[in-house]
């Protein structure tokens, strides 16, 4: 369906915007709403619209819309992983799900998710532009200070509890979110990791003769990588699980902010497109390594895990959940266990979260030259081979909490 004003009227008038509207007296799309390297999986464009309401005043209202790639290399990838398949189930059977839990305790808070208003099975998602409520990302490079941290760990306790209840009612389908979307291409995903690996190598090695004889150590103690990574993305029968964004970094959350502009009042999760069933460590590691201020990690720690202990146990306890609730130390072995993920991410993912993207290939190349017999060394790029000293900064760390938990 084209997104003019017949449509935009037909979505308007089954949703709440205050009054009903009268009349769509204007709407424009902008293409390429966002700059290279802050999406991968999708195209982003902006509406924008002028409403008539009943009251004879006029509003002005957006929308997000996340297309499927059409270009061939990007829309295989897209389609292969089935991502917009996971991030549009999210938003037709866990999120209003998780709305009348929240309903069902009498929980009028700002929920920490944005509202979907239509989709296209499986290629088209529109969503409200949260910039029209104050909302607005945070920047990725400067990552995120201690007031946002805690907000994160607090609304995410609340998300992964609410998750848990469905997950107990048997109410989140295994089906569509029991595995990581890795699963369907292990054989291609172990390949991707080797790559990586060895460009990494290559980096590394070049910090010195101390870095040098880590990796090799790394090497020696992780013979197949690529397996014990892989291995640790799912999860065991015995283990806390819940519904994990698998995505959770800075560039997927907005935040309100207050009268200061620099303390959050709300945030809003988005992009659900790898969200699975694991265990809480998942999106915990994830956002802490990749998002949250070095030195905010190191001198608050137990602080950030006891909010999101606090808030996981404290809604869990509204629905009377009968289970094991894991505490700060059980949270901090969880970490420990799957140390392999943040050791793995801080070379495969992360070295692109923190990049600059201004000067590198087109994605669609860079996948094109990777299919290509001949290929062509100047779409052989790697985020590894261009780091920014946020990224480099990332993986030592890693691999020192590699070292500090007995991995490597």
Same mark, same amino acid.
């Given at each position: 369906m084209e997104l003019d004003k017949n449509w935009l009227e037909t979505v308007l008038s089954g949703k709440n915007h205050g009054e009903p509207p009268v009349k769509v007296l204007d709407i424009q799309t902008e293409m390429g709403a966002i700059?290279?390297?802050?999406?991968?999986? #999708?195209? !982003? #464009?902006?509406?924008? $619209?002028k409403i008539l309401l009943g009251s004879g005043e006029t509003k002005s209202i957006g929308f997000i819309v996340k297309h499927q790639h059409e270009t061939e290399f990007m829309k295989q990838l897209s389609e292969k992983a089935g991502v917009f398949f996971r991030e549009i189930e999210v938003y037709r059977q866990i999120l209003p799900k998780?709305?009348?839990?929240?309903?069902?305790? +009498?929980?009028? +808070?700002v929920r920490p998710w944005g509202k979907c208003v239509d989709y296209t099975k499986y290629s088209r998602i529109i969503f409200e532009d949260l910039t029209f409520s104050g909302y607005r990302i945070a920047d990725r490079r400067k990552r995120q200070n201690l007031d946002s941290v805690l907000l994160v760990m607090r609304e995410l306790g609340k998300f992964h509890a609410l998750s848990k209840v469905l997950l107990t009612r048997g109410l989140i389908p295994l089906d569509v979110f029991g595995k990581h979307l890795w699963h369907k291409s292990e054989d291609k995903i172990a390949l991707h990791i080797n #790559?990586?690996?060895?460009?990494? *190598? /290559?980096t590394i090695?070049?910090?010195? *003769?101390?870095?040098?004889?880590?990796y090799d150590r790394m090497k020696k103690t992780i013979p197949n990588f690529s397996e014990s990574f892989l291995r640790a993305v799912e999860v065991e029968p015995d283990e806390f699980t819940v519904l994990s964004h698998a995505d959770l970094w800075t560039n997927n959350m907005l935040f309100q902010y207050g009268p200061d502009s =620099?303390?959050?009042?709300?945030?809003?999760?988005?992009?659900?497109?790898?969200?699975?069933?694991?265990?809480?460590?998942?999106?915990? $590691?994830?956002f802490l390594y990749s998002s949250a201020r070095p030195e905010v990690v190191e001198g608050h720690f137990d602080e950030i895990l006891? $909010?999101?202990?606090?808030?996981?146990? +404290?809604?869990?306890?509204?629905?009377?959940y009968e289970g094991i609730v894991p505490g700060v130390e059980n949270v901090k072995e969880m970490l420990r266990k799957r140390t392999i993920l943040t050791l793995g991410d801080s070379m495969m993912v992360f070295p692109f979260i923190l990049c600059d993207f #201004?000067? $590198?290939p087109d994605l669609e190349d !860079?996948? /094109?030259?990777?299919?290509? =017999? =001949? /290929?062509d060394s100047k779409l052989e790029w790697s985020a590894m081979e261009h780091l920014s000293i946020e990224a480099e900064n990332v993986i030592k760390a890693s691999f020192k909490r590699a070292i500090a938990h007995g991995l490597i």
């Open positions: 700059q290279k390297g802050e999406n991968y999986m #999708s195209k !982003i #464009s902006k509406v924008r $619209a998780m709305e009348e839990l929240l309903d069902e305790i +009498g929980d009028t +808070g #790559s990586t690996l060895a460009m990494a *190598e /290559k090695c070049q910090w010195g *003769e101390e870095w040098k004889q880590i =620099e303390r959050p009042t709300s945030i809003k999760f988005i992009d659900f497109q790898l969200t699975y069933v694991a265990t809480p460590d998942r999106d915990l $590691a994830y006891q $909010a999101y202990c606090d808030s996981l146990k +404290g809604y869990l306890a509204k629905f009377k #201004s000067e $590198a !860079i996948l /094109k030259n990777e299919s290509a =017999e =001949e /290929k």
